[in-house]
């Protein structure tokens, strides 16, 4: 296996990548400057000194490098110089016109920065290998220094930036994104990224790019309901076919993520913490350094880029924290804020009958909370709803064979909560300054150490006391802009701190899983993931939106992270306040099993045939499970409107796919699916089917009957 990383020194530049991808850069002629070569498929060292020593000089436009006798030398001299799509940081200064990825202004006021190259490092850290390239500007005495990794279990490389006052006087940073990726020349290119609302999370978009930037983001303090950081470029390419280059970022509070096209078609993206959370002044001796972006190529599409991706998270992202997906049960929609011992106990029987594993107990547990305006920061159990404390709840599941889960939201605390009262400059704002509560709750600023230690302690005790082993973590508002006492914190700071504290609390308890959650889906990004390995894209639980988000988030989100609820809708459930809900249970279920799969209802409104359906459904799911976990997932091409997932074991012996397709229209009779990812040669037991080749499964197809039903699992067991 040839070294991840290598430096060329025939044409002083760098070859980074493996099997999957390679990416290039070097320094110009001078030793200077730092050019963009290449990201795409795999290519070799004589293919970088080749490029390297292109004698036409695209990167430099500078007036005073074009030969003026040139027909197009006129207009160039006014472009960019250089232009960034042929850069490898863009660093607002001189002739640079194009969307930056660094601008920072000196104590004087001097903007702009002039950066020389001055070294590189290559080091080897535990599977991972990494390129560090040092960079200064003299006079601003700012060192930048630009990071690449590259790992042994992933197709991403990762990119960021550290910037070091170096200097004798404070320096301004007005944008530090992660890094500026340069895309190759295309005029065709169409852009594929996320949009959408609380309730209506993961809607995929897919847009022409056009010249200009333009820019998605969130300014929330979380990645945010519109999506996670995450985009892809594509050259017209389809589930199976046509070259992509994705960027996302591993970050969980504000972010943007600006597209550029400029001239001669050249893109390049800029991924990064929003602006004004970077913002900040740098004084002599400090340090900010910029979370990943990652980068990922795929020249098979979209079914393959999706595999990369969730290749990367759970080999690198969250490798540490990944579990056999459990079945679960959640309080939230059957008892709200209405739990205590008992009624959890009876709902948790029933429960026990299908065979949930992990019984969560979602918000009202705690002392004060009888509904959302009181009891947050309380975080000890009430003691008239759990007489015998929550240990005793945990043993009465245990003997049902049943783990408890509990749901927790400590960034936040409740106007007459004990926190508050003792320590109301723990809050972010100010009084009569961005104060407010927000769902009656405020938030906890998390930039400062000793509300990280509070929070730590918080919940530690909740674990201990309980002896839970999953914990839901909510955030159910938006963080307010900084504080304005001195001291003050941000937005980022507070997504620093929650990552801080979330480390010591995975260290500390390594045997709990846990579980990102923010008013349904502001938390689904890969910031949080290696923290928490598992997260709620909604709380939207209809079946088919739901599918639709699913369908969207696993173009990034390996769907073994994701978790589902089957709930009732309002007319059978009083406590639901979901409006729709109308398909089968089996419908429901099925949509549900991509992923965890959880159940949040009344059960006691369950008949008997109903609990008996979800017995049978529960135990196919633990049938498949593995796959859905481990599997390479493939969205199949159907004939009628329908999320259809096919998850093929890695050696394609085996698969299980799950379609659940939009009721039949115009009397159509059949629902029409076709497999990817098994092996053409193989014969494959396919549930209720017969034996099919792997080749006919795939080219022609299943068909199913639609008149009666509009979901399916179906199972693929190749013969030997
Ligand atoms: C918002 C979450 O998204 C819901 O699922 C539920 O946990 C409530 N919070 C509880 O307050």
New binding site residues.
């Given amino acids: 296996m040839l070294p991840p990383i290598r430096y060329i020194a025939e044409c002083q530049a760098w070859l980074l990548g493996n099997e999957n991808f390679s990416y290039a850069f070097g320094l110009d002629p001078a030793g200077v400057h730092l050019k963009h070569l290449y990201w795409g498929s795999p290519i070799d060292v004589a293919d970088v000194v080749a490029l390297a020593s292109d004698p036409r000089d695209w990167w430099s436009n500078a007036a005073d490098t074009i030969d003026m006798r040139q027909p197009a030398a006129q207009w160039r001299g006014f472009e960019s110089a250089p232009r960034a799509f042929t850069e490898e940081i863009v660093a607002q200064g001189g002739f640079r016109f194009d969307e930056p990825s660094l601008a920072m202004t000196d104590s004087d006021g001097t903007p702009g920065l002039l950066l020389t190259y001055s070294g590189h490092e290559i080091l080897d850290d535990s599977g991972e290998t990494r390129l560090t390239v040092t960079l200064r500007d003299t006079r601003a005495g700012i060192r930048v220094e630009l990071h690449y990794a590259v790992h042994q279990r992933s197709a991403a490389l990762a990119r960021w930036m550290s910037l070091h006052n170096e200097g004798e006087r404070p320096a301004h940073v007005d944008r530090a994104a992660s890094a500026a990726w340069a895309l190759p020349s295309y005029r065709d290119f169409s852009v594929r990224n996320f949009y959408g609302h609380v309730q209506g999370e993961f809607q995929l978009e897919d847009n022409p790019v056009v010249h200009g930037t333009r820019s998605i983001g969130s300014r929330t303090g979380t990645s945010g309901h519109r999506g996670t950081p995450w985009t892809a470029v594509h050259e017209m390419a389809g589930e199976d076919h046509g070259e992509v280059w994705s960027i996302a970022l591993a970050h969980t509070g504000s972010w943007r993520i600006a597209t550029q096209l400029s001239d001669e078609h050249g893109l390049h993206i800029v991924p990064g913490v929003a602006d004004e959370e970077m913002r900040c002044r740098l004084d002599p001796g400090d340090t900010l350094e910029t979370p990943r972006s990652l980068g990922v190529y795929s020249e098979r599409g979209f079914a393959h880029l999706s595999q990369l991706w969730h290749q990367h998270v759970t080999g690198v992202i969250a490798s540490e924290r990944r579990r056999p997906l459990p079945v679960m049960y959640n309080s939230?929609f059957a008892l709200k804020f209405d739990v205590d011992h008992d009624s959890l106990l009876e709902q948790a029987r029933l429960a026990a009958e299908f065979g949930a594993e992990v019984f969560v107990i979602?918000?009202g547990w705690f002392q004060g909370r009888d509904n959302?305006h009181g009891g947050l920061g309380n975080w000890i159990p009430d003691e008239r709803a759990f007489p015998e404390g929550m240990a005793a709840l945990r043993r009465d599941l245990g003997e049902l064979d049943m783990e408890l889960g509990l749901?927790v939201e400590p960034e936040m605390c409740t106007p007459e909560s004990e926190v508050f009262r003792n320590h109301p400059e723990w809050v972010h704002g100010t009084e009569g300054r961005f104060w407010q509560t927000h769902r009656h709750q405020h938030i906890l600023d998390l930039g400062q150490e000793a509300v990280q230690a509070w929070v730590i302690d918080k919940v530690s005790h909740v674990i201990d006391d309980s002896g839970c082993t999953y914990i839901?973590w909510?955030m159910?508002r938006p963080v307010p802009l900084g504080q304005t006492v001195p001291g003050s914190s941000t937005r980022q700071s507070h997504a620093e701190g929650l990552m801080a504290v979330l480390r010591a609390l995975n260290k500390r308890y390594p045997h709990v899983t846990w579980q990102s959650?923010s008013?349904?889906g502001g938390r689904s990004d890969l910031g949080i993931m290696s923290s928490m390995s598992l997260t709620?894209i909604s709380?939207n639980t209809d079946a088919h939106d739901r599918a639709s988000m699913i369908s969207s988030a696993s173009h990034v989100l390996p769907v073994g992270s994701l978790v589902h609820w089957v709930t009732d809708p309002a007319a059978k459930s009083p406590n639901s306040d979901l409006l729709q809900q109308t398909q089968a249970l089996s419908t429901r279920f099925h949509t549900a099993m991509n992923g965890v799969l959880g159940v949040s209802a009344d059960l006691r409104l369950w008949s008997p045939d109903e609990l008996q359906e979800a017995a049978e459904l529960v135990r196919q799911y633990k049938g498949i499970r593995h796959l859905i976990a481990d599997g390479l997932l493939y969205r199949l091409p159907v004939s009628r409107d329908a999320l259809a997932c096919a998850y093929v074991a890695e050696d394609a012996s085996a698969a299980a796919v799950i379609i659940v397709a939009r009721p039949a229209r115009f009397g159509e009779a059949s629902v029409r699916v076709r497999l990817r990812g098994l092996d053409p040669d193989a014969l494959y037991s396919v549930t209720e089917q017969g034996t099919r080749s792997g080749r006919i499964l795939m080219q022609h197809g299943l068909i199913l009957d639609g008149t009666r039903n509009s979901s399916w699992i179906i199972t693929l067991t190749a013969q030997h």
């Fill in positions: 939230w979602d918000d959302d749901w839901v909510d159910n959650c008013g349904g709620w709380d």
